[in-house]
């Protein structure tokens, strides 16, 4: 198990309860040994606040803390303002994304327009301080013109300087290789860590799928549409379907896996375990 890492990703919780789960979700995730941390801006880029708080709070209590970054609806002075906070609170990691526009914004896009074009900021700003994940999406991003159009806007990432990339989460292991080995046909050196969503509700994963332009198989989505309301058989087979793909991306050379886990312990957890055993 030694030669990839596991990092963990949550979104800022909303009310003290949140706070509070989150904690013990974090305590629960910690004999994974993550590399890291990371924390996402509220839905649509909405608050930044509930972002760094947490991202002090995980590094308040020893753990690395990458918050992510994203450069919609932002000057270069909030940013440099964001960065120069994250600077002399210790936080050395960032995950840096174009990030959705923020409703109520209108056409306001912020200063700058694209991820390569914050990473490139970034490290204007701040040297070689921070280690900057960039996004990779082995689906295509849904707003991309073409699969070769999106690679080409991923290596401009890497070349504006991300160290390495996370992937959109996805349930075809093979759309993962294809990607890692297109990237490096391109001069793509970075490591690309692959993105799990673990499966607990099937209607969830349905919307957060359609909305990202993560594909779930067809076998996938009729085996899960068979279970109904049984969240027993709806996790069990989750888990196992999951669980089998991180083997095989661990054996193919994946280099990490990162865990989106909507703020829950166990799905995680138990998949860990599963590797843990292959």
């Not at 070349?159 to 993962?176: E, H, L, M, R, V």
Request: proline fraction near 5%.
């Amino acid at each position: 198990m030694s030669h990839h890492s596991f990092s963990i990703e949550f979104f800022p919780p909303k009310t003290t309860e949140g706070a509070e789960k989150l904690r013990a979700t974090r305590k629960a995730l910690a004999v994974i040994e993550p590399e890291y941390f990371s924390v996402t801006f509220g839905a649509a880029g909405s608050t930044q606040a509930g972002t760094r708080d947490t991202v002090l709070e995980i590094h308040g209590e020893g753990f690395t803390a990458a918050p992510h970054l994203s450069c919609m609806g932002r000057t270069r002075d909030d940013l440099r303002a964001i960065l120069a906070e994250y600077k002399s609170r210790g936080i050395r990691r960032v995950v840096a994304l174009r990030g959705d526009l923020p409703s109520g914004f209108g056409g306001s896009f912020g200063e700058l327009h694209y991820a390569s074009e914050l990473i490139e900021f970034i490290r204007a700003e701040t040297g070689d301080w921070f280690h900057i994940e960039a996004a990779a999406y082995p689906e295509m991003h849904p707003q991309a013109k073409s699969p070769q159009d999106d690679l080409r806007n991923f290596a401009r990432k890497v070349k504006a300087g991300a160290n390495s990339a996370i992937t959109q989460y996805f349930y075809n292991a093979d759309a993962y290789f294809r990607f890692v080995d297109d990237a490096a046909a391109m001069g793509v050196d970075v490591p690309v860590v692959a993105g799990i969503m673990p499966i607990t509700n099937y209607s969830q994963l349905v919307r957060f799928s359609d909305m990202c332009g993560a594909e779930i198989p067809r076998w996938i989505r009729l085996k899960l549409a068979s279970f109904a309301d049984d969240t027993a058989s709806i996790r069990a087979f989750g888990q196992e379907v999951v669980a089998k793909m991180c083997e095989r991306l661990v054996a193919g050379g994946a280099p990490g896996l990162h865990f989106y886990t909507l703020n829950q312990a166990a799905p995680t957890l138990a998949i860990w375990q599963q590797l843990r055993r292959s």
